[in-house]
C-alpha cells in the first residue's frame, strides 16, 4: 500500500512539474522588422542570409505601401475634379435658368401680366439669393470643421 502512495506521489510530483514546465514562457514585443541582436543570430544559425530576406522584405512592404498612396492621392484628385466640374457645369445650368427666368418676366411684363411678371422675377431672386445664402452657410460650417 505505501508502494502504491509513493507512486502516486512520484506521478502527481512528475505531472505538476510537467505542467509547470509547459506554463513558462516568454513573450518578446518587437516593433522594429529587424528582430533583436540575440534573437538574429539564433536565426542565422538556421537561415544564413535571413538579414538579407528581412531588409528585402522591408524594402518591398515600403514600395507598396508609397505605391498604395499615390494611387489613394491619384484616386481623390481624379474625384475632386470631377466635383468641381459637376460645380461649374451646375453653376452654369443655374445663371442660364436664372437668365430666360428673368428674361420671362420682361416679356410678360411687356405684353401686361404685371403679376406673373412680378412673380417670375420675384421667385428668380429669391431663389438665386437662397442659394448663396445657404452655399456661405455650407462654406462657414466645412471651415469649421
Known amino acids: 500500500m505505501k508502494a502504491k502512495q509513493n507512486k502516486s506521489l512520484e506521478e502527481r510530483s512528475n505531472l505538476e512539474e510537467q ?3 509547459f506554463m513558462l514562457g516568454k ?5 522594429s522588422p529587424f528582430p533583436p541582436p540575440e534573437m538574429l543570430q539564433a536565426y542565422k544559425d538556421i537561415e544564413p542570409n535571413i538579414m538579407e530576406r528581412i531588409i528585402k522584405f522591408t524594402e518591398d512592404n515600403g514600395e507598396h505601401r508609397r505605391e498604395l498612396e499615390k494611387q489613394s492621392i491619384r484616386i481623390a484628385s481624379q474625384q475632386n475634379m470631377i466635383e468641381i466640374k459637376q460645380r461649374g457645369r451646375g453653376l452654369n445650368y443655374a445663371f442660364i435658368l436664372a437668365i430666360l427666368s428673368l428674361a420671362s418676366s420682361v416679356l410678360t411684363g411687356f405684353y401686361g401680366l404685371e403679376i406673373l411678371s412680378c412673380i417670375l422675377a420675384g421667385t428668380t431672386i429669391t431663389s438665386v439669393v437662397v442659394a448663396f445664402l445657404k452655399k456661405g452657410n455650407d462654406n462657414n460650417k466645412s471651415e469649421n470643421k
Open 19 to 21: 505542467h509547470n514546465m
Open 27 to 31: 513573450q518578446t514585443m518587437i516593433s
